[in-house]
């Protein structure tokens, strides 16, 4: 049990609508990173926080999605109008500085 | 280029082989290095970091060469239970974001 918490584990929407997942990372950690994962592929980095404050976001990621970290605890990541190519594991992992990954949410966009 | 680059395998060897991983990276400026293990279908976990001097965790050595950019992972009699995909990752100075490889699948047959 790495102790961080990742909910929904699985998520099957239609295309277009909205979803948000919730990370609840170890209590100590204060980096918090999100990740998107194909089949075949390593974890393709999305955005990472220290603290509550969000350093840095990929250039790949489109402005439908959006992550947050209110108070410095757990963050929650929204995709906006989804599309059959958002379809992915999510993984959410807190540091420092050796990540410890939950165990995702699999997105399924129909 | 890729920021992290792994030969995706699979490896095929027989229990009790020694099975050695190379992996690349292109930022000379990057600061801590690990191996993580997945299975199919779940999260990564880690295996272990790697240290310039280089590291050994019972059958498992890692090593680092700063100089040619490259970083290994070495398995020794190996385990039917070893078959998984082994990521490689880099994280560049400040402890910033985590860049993973695609990863090398081993599969470790009777």
């Known amino acids: 049990d790495t102790g961080v918490s990742q909910n929904p584990r699985h998520k099957i929407t239609k295309r277009g609508q909205n979803v948000t997942f919730r990370c609840d990372p170890i209590s100590e950690h204060n980096r918090l990173y999100w990740y998107r994962q194909t089949l075949g592929q390593g974890p393709e980095f999305l955005t990472y926080f220290q603290n509550e404050a969000q350093l840095e976001k990929s250039r790949l990621l489109s402005d439908r999605f959006s992550a947050e970290r209110p108070k410095g605890s757990f963050s929650t990541l929204e995709i906006q109008r989804t599309e059959q190519g958002d379809s992915a594991m999510y993984l959410c992992?807190?540091?420092?500085?050796?990540?410890?990954f939950g165990q995702g949410t699999r997105l399924t966009v129909v | 280029r890729k920021e992290v680059e792994q030969d995706p395998g699979p490896f095929n060897v027989p229990e009790g082989a020694t099975v050695a991983f190379n992996c690349t990276y292109s930022n000379s400026a990057s600061q801590s290095f690990f191996w993580y293990r997945q299975d199919c279908r779940k999260e990564p976990k880690l295996l272990m970091s790697?240290?310039?001097s280089g590291n050994e965790d019972g059958r498992f050595t890692a090593q680092l060469n700063r100089a040619s950019q490259y970083i290994s992972l070495l398995i020794r009699d190996s385990k039917l239970s070893d078959s998984a995909t082994y990521l490689c990752v880099v994280q560049n100075t400040g402890f910033q974001k985590l860049v993973f490889g695609t990863g090398t699948r081993l599969l470790v047959s009777p």
């Open positions: 992992a807190s540091s420092p500085p050796e990540a410890f």
């Open positions: 790697v240290y310039s």
